[in-house]
Every structure is written in structure tokens, then in C-alpha cells.
């Protein structure tokens, strides 16, 4: 069964970096493409992220110049470099990827990201 682990996760102060890793196992395919999300504390989940297998590359606004999502296709493994961090990045941050005959979307675990001020 395909699984995605998330890493990289812990707490920072508010200006630093943080590097989240997300890696998937147990896939015979490669995602067509994978992403972050997080979910902070009273709102719903957001996207952050995505890297689809074309190379394009889409960020929400509130982060754009900040962090930097990167992709190993063949490892389907994502990145996302956090800097500038600001408390307001504070939520569970979850890894994505879609794929497979069903066009599934799979998640990881979350990985808990907190900023301090």
C-alpha cells in the first residue's frame, strides 16, 4: 500500500527555516503531482504547495518568496523549504500525491510545524 511519510517538522523561532521532506513508498508509479498542505487550528485545510510531474509549480500567496517546493521524480519524494518563518505558518503540515489508475490522492501523517515569536 502507498504511504507517505512526512519529516523535518519541529519548532522554530520566527525568522528561521525549517526543511520538510516527504517521501513515499510502496507506489509502482509516479505521482502525477505532489504537494503540501496544513491545516492550522480552527481552519480548514489549505494548500501551500504543489509540484505536478509537468514541473509546474504553484503557491498560496501567503507564502510565495518565502518557501520553495522541490521534487525528486523518480525517489517521488517532495520537499518544502520553509524560510522567513512567521507564527502565523504555525499548523500541521500534511504531504500530498495524486496518482495511480484511480487518480487517488494519498496523504501522509502531518507533521506538526510550530513558529514561536
Known amino acids: 500500500q502507498v504511504q507517505l511519510v512526512e519529516s523535518g517538522g519541529g519548532l522554530v523561532q520566527a525568522g528561521g527555516s525549517l526543511r520538510l521532506s516527504c517521501a513515499a513508498s510502496?507506489?509502482?508509479?509516479?505521482?502525477?503531482?505532489m504537494g503540501w498542505y496544513r491545516q492550522a487550528p480552527g481552519k480548514q485545510r489549505e494548500m501551500v504547495a504543489t509540484?505536478?510531474?509537468?514541473?509546474?509549480?504553484n503557491y498560496a500567496d501567503s507564502v510565495k518568496g518565502r518557501f520553495t517546493i522541490s521534487r525528486d521524480n523518480a525517489k517521488n519524494t517532495v520537499y518544502l523549504q520553509m524560510n522567513s518563518l512567521k507564527p502565523e505558518d504555525t499548523a500541521v503540515y500534511y504531504c500530498n500525491g495524486v496518482g495511480g489508475f484511480w487518480g487517488s490522492a494519498y496523504w501522509g501523517q502531518g507533521t506538526q510545524v510550530t513558529v514561536s515569536s
Open positions: 510502496g507506489a509502482t508509479f509516479s505521482f502525477n503531482a
Open positions: 509540484y505536478t510531474s509537468g514541473g509546474s509549480t
